[in-house]
């Protein structure tokens, strides 16, 4: 078997945050916000898993495409030490009443730096998409950065995916670096 190298190009996207104009979203009926408590570790990893396990990002990043993967994930994130959970939010579905509540909308945020916040992994489950979740859900995590004194903050997004890079310049962040991802992949043999 031969090991390859695929290069993933993903774009480094940053804000200033004095300058953003940030709104805490309202969100539609029937959702509601989720703020973040160490007992929401399975729940953010169970929304990231449904968000990324079809998407190019789990080609990417292959822990996304797998629940165990995920699970590690939010846990590796929520023990850093320099973790923001002011920033950390899920987005609950609770239905018109005769459903169960589904967590639909997960985001992360780390704060590296006393004035540099960094955001991980917007996520919104495909059946939740387009009603403007994953705006409300950047702009509540950026309103948490800048209550923590941060002065700017940054995520990185993979270059194909023209809709989130949208959503984000429509936000206010600007591409400052492209980045270039490597992912290893198994090839079979050929005989």
Not at 20 to 44: F, K, M, N
Not at 94 to 123: L, R, Y
Not at 152 to 163: F, S
């Amino acid at each position: 078997m031969d090991f390859t190298d695929t290069y993933f190009r993903r774009f480094r996207m940053e804000i200033e945050l004095r300058k953003a104009i940030l709104e805490d979203s309202e969100l539609p009926d029937g959702y509601r916000w989720c703020p973040w408590e160490l007992t929401t570790v399975e729940r953010h990893a169970v929304a990231k898993y449904h968000s990324f396990r079809s998407e190019m990002d789990a080609r990417v990043f292959p822990c996304l495409g797998d629940f165990e993967g995920c699970r590690k994930l939010m846990k590796d994130i929520s023990k850093q030490r320099n973790f923001l959970p002011s920033a950390t939010w899920l987005i609950t579905w609770d239905g018109m009443g005769n459903e169960d509540a589904v967590d639909c909308g997960t985001i992360q945020a780390i704060k590296p730096s006393s004035i540099m916040g960094a955001i991980q992994n917007v996520g919104i489950t495909p059946k939740h998409r387009g009603l403007g979740l994953g705006r409300a859900l950047v702009n509540k995590c950026l309103i948490g950065f800048r209550d923590a004194g941060a002065k700017r903050a940054y995520l990185e997004v993979t270059a194909d995916n023209e809709h989130a890079i949208n959503l984000y310049r429509s936000i206010g962040f600007r591409l400052t670096r492209t980045l270039y991802k490597p992912s290893h992949h198994v090839e079979a043999p050929s005989y």
